[in-house]
Nanobody, 127 residues
Framework: VQLQASGGGSVQTGGSLRLSCVAS????????IAWFRQVPGKEREGVSC???????YYTASVKGRFTISRDYANNTVSLQMNSLKAEDSAVYYC??????????????????????WGQGTQVTVSS
């Protein structure tokens, strides 16, 4: 199983980026995929998740600005990030939880439930 994250970059405040996580060795029908982010000196933070049943979760600070989606044909989960703020700057990681239960209420943002992780992609938002 491999997860390949891409799409990071440098943008100005208010700009947009689209992150992609391409999965190989697994299919999206069998896994929940989440995006996490981390800045130096802080714990990894759950940003968004889409379960194998299509339920989506967002951390409060990104609701209304970020949208998670999946493309079965390309086995890809994307994170559209709009209205970016400086505090969104971080290394973003995608992670997969195979055969997870359909309801991840209260646990979706816990790194320990994810078995596979992609490499990070840097997002830098500057004014």
């Amino acid at each position: 199983v491999q997860l390949q994250a891409s799409g990071g970059g440098s943008v100005q405040t208010g700009g947009s980026l689209r992150l992609s996580c391409v999965a190989s060795g697994i299919t999206l029908e069998t896994v929940s995929i989440a995006w996490f982010r981390q800045v130096p000196g802080k714990e990894r933070e759950g940003v968004s998740c889409i379960t194998r049943h299509g339920t989506t979760y967002y951390t409060a600070s990104v609701k209304g600005r970020f949208t998670i989606s999946r493309d079965y044909a390309n086995n890809t989960v994307s994170l559209q990030m709009n209205s970016l703020k400086a505090e969104d700057s971080a290394v973003y990681y995608c992670a997969a939880a195979p055969n997870s239960r359909p309801n991840l209420n209260g646990v979706w943002a816990l790194p320990r439930i994810y078995d596979y992780w992609g490499q990070g992609t840097q997002v830098t938002v500057s004014s």
